[in-house]
């Protein structure tokens, strides 16, 4: 088992920034990818940013250029500047033996509010 902890969340006005972190503990060994998925109020869940142990990155297009994605052994960080109204969503930490895509593993989730 893999437990995920995200920190970093909070209310921002609009063109400000956020840096998320989520820390990883247990059976990490086997963990290939990590990622921030968010999910606001009455939409699905979306991929936001993914990292591989090769450091390689992927972006959705709402957040390109302004949000980055990195790892630190167990941890991963999700830089995000010229934050938007639109960003506003509960944020989750992912961890996957596979790919960021599929997402064995989750965290709790962190609030982000950004305020226009």
């Known amino acids: 088992q893999v437990q995920l902890v995200e920190t970093g969340g909070g209310l921002v006005q609009a063109g400000g920034s956020l840096r998320l972190s989520c820390a990883a503990s247990?059976?990490?060994?086997?963990?290939?990818?990590m990622g921030w998925y968010r999910q606001a109020p009455g939409k699905q869940r979306e991929l936001v940013a993914g990292?591989?142990?090769?450091?390689n990155t992927n972006y959705a297009d709402s957040v390109k250029g302004r949000f980055t994605i990195s790892r630190d052994n167990a941890k991963v960080y999700l830089q995000m500047n010229s934050l938007k109204p639109e960003d506003t969503a509960v944020y989750y930490c992912?961890?996957?033996?596979?790919?960021?895509?599929?997402?064995?593993?989750w965290g709790q989730g962190t609030q982000v509010t950004v305020s226009s």
């Open positions: 247990g059976s990490i060994f086997n963990i290939r990818a």
């Open positions: 992912s961890a996957d033996p596979i790919s960021f895509t599929l997402g064995k593993y």
């Open positions: 990292i591989t142990n090769g450091d």
